[in-house]
């Protein structure tokens, strides 16, 4: 069920419209910060599928990289007056350095697996620890505040519109490169990867160099969601952008969502974040703990439902060999 | 200590990691806290009811939503655990609320000197009453029948089952008995520390890393590293600060990954 290209390409040019036109439409305030987060998210698990999905290294450490892109624009803001940008730029640098110290012992001595995802579940408590115990930097576990004549003087006009087109323009980017990647050579290798490491090496793939790349593509990706995450909000917790729940907020998205394609995190985070939110909307401030409940409720059907996620569903249904993976050769190792 | 034999124990049998096991502990730590409450059992007395509780909620965990697991790939595993997690998580803070609670019982927080040292009598039951756990757990495997067909199946599930043992069951029964003891972890730390509905995350990942230290499937290996991550904390916890001794701990964790990428005992 191949859709004609004339079909393809009106759906997408409506798409582009509805999508550029929605802040323009008279929304309530709240509900557009739900359709921005619902970018953020969608980005976010975009970035963390290129190494977590079509390279299968589960990572539960993102939100290290995530803290590190936020963190280095509100550190260097408050000790240094660096303007956001450049901040933003060594927040990227620095996430990089970061996955690459992590990344070259893990993959160089064969940490895989659970392993793997224990070395960044650690990794992420780590910095969580860091940053909470630097009061004098980081403002502990409550924060860095960015002053509001810092953001107006980098977005300009308002605030929520700017920066729904920024993370709108960086989510089609973050979609276009995972989508460029899964179809490329590279693209292959990691999904050779992801079926049989040790076959993929003996064919002569340089799992180590191709393993690494895709993990600093991701935190560099990731770190830069964390950017985002600083000038839009204006406050970094620690409990914010660090510690496991967010890792695991993107891993599991991602994950429900169809980690082996590379349309599948955002339709993930698409699905996911909505839910969520009508559910915490309907509920007020009662029932705190229900959406997330449900949530966890809903990613035990998914897991149990569909192995490869919601895309997998979707894609079979189409009959579209989107996936660069094959699906029937997956069991357990 | 006890969070970790109870992991590795499901590790070792199932090839699982229940990245859950410290919602349990919080599960258990909760229905000590509420027998407490409503019945003024002491939670050291407690122990066998929530043991048993443990003990039957998690049959009904593994048959529904471990078991089919054993199936499915790694993520879908990470999936289901972390919505197990949620689902504990959040169940935890809409029955309970967020608030810290715990037990205040008059002689656990008395200390005795032996040779010039104070140890609060509290901490003093926990180490005691871990090691017996583990060590009459260890029994059990090395003993009896029953820890014949665990370590069997441990070892490699397609070979017992040919020998007649029913895998099913025994991995049932191990993911229960590792249940269970947490109920022992529960009642041993509700009076020393506070029960919150987030506070099983950080116990999974210290549990994780003494089972990576000791080696999977080895229970000796697991004290012993449960001590080296105990003092390692303690020291640095007292000599630099408490959040940096955390961090110092995680930081050796992922060093010792490098050097044994499976884990000291690793395959």
Redesign the interface.
């Given at each position: 069920m191949k859709l004609e290209k004339g079909v393809r390409f009106l759906l997408l040019l409506s798409l582009l419209i509805v999508i550029l036109v929605i802040p323009l439409l008279p929304l309530p305030l709240y509900v557009f910060h739900v359709i921005i987060i619902l970018f953020f998210n969608a980005y976010l698990c975009t970035a963390w599928v290129i190494v977590g999905g079509f390279a299968k290294q589960v990572s539960l450490g993102h939100s290290t990289f995530v803290g590190i892109g936020a963190y280095s624009i509100g550190v260097l803001l408050s000790l240094f007056n660096l303007t956001p940008i450049l901040g933003g730029i060594v927040g990227v640098l620095m996430t990089v350095c970061v996955a690459l110290t992590l990344g070259y012992p893990c993959f160089r001595f064969g940490v895989r697996g659970p392993y793997f995802t224990f070395a960044t579940m650690a990794l992420a408590e780590v910095m969580y620890y860091v940053v909470v115990s630097l009061r004098g930097i980081t403002g502990g576990a409550l924060g860095i505040f960015i002053p509001p004549g810092v953001i107006s003087s980098l977005l300009l006009l308002n605030k929520k519109i700017v920066s729904y087109y920024i993370i709108v323009v960086m989510f089609f980017f973050a979609l276009f490169l995972a989508r460029k990647i899964q179809h490329s050579k590279f693209g292959y290798y990691l999904t050779a990867i992801r079926e049989d490491e040790d076959a993929a090496e003996a064919c002569g793939v340089d799992i180590l160099k191709y393993k690494l790349v895709a993990l600093s593509l991701s935190a560099a990706l990731t770190a830069l969601g964390g950017a985002f995450y600083a000038i839009y909000y204006s406050y970094i917790t620690p409990d914010g952008v660090l510690g496991l729940a967010v890792s695991f907020q993107i891993a599991t998205m991602s994950l429900a969502g169809g980690a082996k394609f590379w349309f599948g995190p955002a339709v993930g985070a698409l699905l996911i974040t909505p839910f969520t939110e009508t559910v915490r909307s309907m509920l007020g401030g009662r029932f705190v703990g229900v959406p997330m409940l449900l949530y966890g409720v809903l990613l035990l059907i998914v897991a149990r439902a569909a192995p490869d996620g919601v895309s997998g569903f979707i894609s079979s249904f189409l009959g579209r060999s989107e996936s660069a993976g094959n699906t029937e050769s997956y069991e357990r190792h | 200590m006890t969070v970790s034999v109870g992991l590795n124990l499901v590790y070792g049998v199932m090839r699982i990691?229940n990245y859950s096991q410290g919602e349990l502990l919080m599960l258990g730590m909760y229905l000590s806290y509420w027998t407490f409450v409503f019945t003024g059992l002491d939670p050291y007395i407690s122990i066998p009811v929530v043991c048993a509780i443990l003990f039957a909620m998690s049959l009904l965990l593994h048959k529904y939503?471990v078991e089919?697991?054993?199936?499915?790939?790694?993520?879908?595993?990470?999936?289901?655990f972390?919505?197990?997690?949620?689902?504990f998580?959040?169940?935890?803070?809409?029955l309970w609320s967020?608030n810290y609670r715990s037990v205040i019982i008059d002689f656990v927080s008395k200390s005795i000197t032996i040779l010039s040292v104070n140890i609060p009598i509290g901490r003093l039951i926990a180490t005691l009453a871990s090691i017996t756990a583990a060590f009459v757990l260890y029994l059990i495997l090395k003993k009896t029948t029953i820890g014949l067909f665990i370590r069997a199946t441990s070892q490699d599930p397609t070979a017992a089952s040919m020998m007649g043992i029913d895998i099913k069951k025994i991995r049932l029964l191990t993911f229960a008995l590792s249940s269970a003891m947490m109920g022992i972890g529960a009642g041993i730390m509700l009076p020393l520390y506070y029960v919150f509905?987030f506070m099983g995350?950080f116990y999974t990942?210290i549990a994780?890393?003494i089972i990576?230290l000791g080696g999977l499937g080895n229970f000796i290996g697991t004290i012993l590293s449960s001590f080296v991550i105990g003092i390692t904390e303690a020291m640095v916890g007292t000599y630099i600060?408490p959040?940096?001794a955390?961090?110092v701990a995680?930081?050796v964790?992922?060093f010792i990954?490098?050097?044994r990428?499976?884990?000291i005992m690793g395959e």
């Open positions: - | 990691v939503a089919p697991l054993l199936k499915l790939p790694y993520e879908c595993q990470v999936v289901t972390v919505g197990l997690i949620y689902i998580q959040n169940g935890a803070l809409l967020p509905p995350n990942i994780l890393i990576t600060s959040e940096i955390l961090a995680f930081v964790f992922i990954l490098f050097v990428p499976s884990g």
